[in-house]
Structures are given as C-alpha cells and as structure tokens.
Nanobody, 122 residues
C-alpha cells in the first residue's frame, strides 16, 4: 500500500502561483511513477502531469503545458506541482496518484490521495 497526502492548495488570484506537494508513505516511493490529476465540479477527472521514478520522463496535459512544472524528491518521498500563471479554469480539486508508468489515463494508477482544492479567482 502507498498512502498519499496532498497539500498546498488554496485561493489565489488569476496570474498567481501555487506549489502543491504530495507526500507518500508505505511502499518504496521511488518504485512508482507519480501523476497529478484535477477534477472540477461536474467534469471528468483530467490528467495534469506525470513523472517517472528517475525524472527522465515527464508528461504534461495540453492545458497546463508551459505553466505547470512537476518534480519529485525521492529522498523526501514527495512529488511537487509548481503552478504558475494560474487561470480561473484551473480551479479544481487536485489529486496525486502513484502507478507503474507516467501515464495519462486514470486507470493506470493504483493509489490516490484525497485531493487538495485550488481556487483561482478572476
């Protein structure tokens, strides 16, 4: 089992920045690819970004590419999502997930956190 806890969400004005963190415990963190997804009210959970254990494979969703940066610190069992130039449409609950590969599909991830709310005001 892997337990994931997200933090760092909050309310920010459009154009601002936030950094989300996801702390993992349980099985060896470095064995897993990590992903970030988000879900806005009434919408499907959407892929945001993913990174493999060695950090040499990184994937971004089209809507966040160039604004968000994913990173991980295997020594701290933590993955980060730096979000810059935030827009109101980025408002959602953000979830981190652990899986075997840095995939864009939700079904490829085995463990999920509870989520952290990000609200971007216009």
């Amino acid at each position: 089992q892997v337990q994931l806890v997200e933090s760092g969400g909050g309310l920010v004005q459009a154009g601002g920045s936030l950094r989300l963190s996801c702390a993992a415990s349980g099985r060896t963190f470095s064995n897993y690819a990590m992903g970030w997804f988000r879900q806005a009210p009434g919408k499907e959970r959407e892929f945001v970004s993913a990174i493999n254990w060695s950090r040499n494979t990184i994937v971004y969703g089209a809507s966040v590419k160039g604004r968000f940066t994913i990173s991980r610190d295997n020594a701290k069992n933590t993955v980060y999502l730096q979000m810059n130039s935030l827009k109101p449409e980025d408002t959602a609950v953000y979830y981190c997930a652990a899986g075997g590969q840095p995939a864009t599909q939700k079904a490829r991830y085995d463990y999920w956190g509870q989520g952290t709310q990000v609200t971007v005001s216009s």
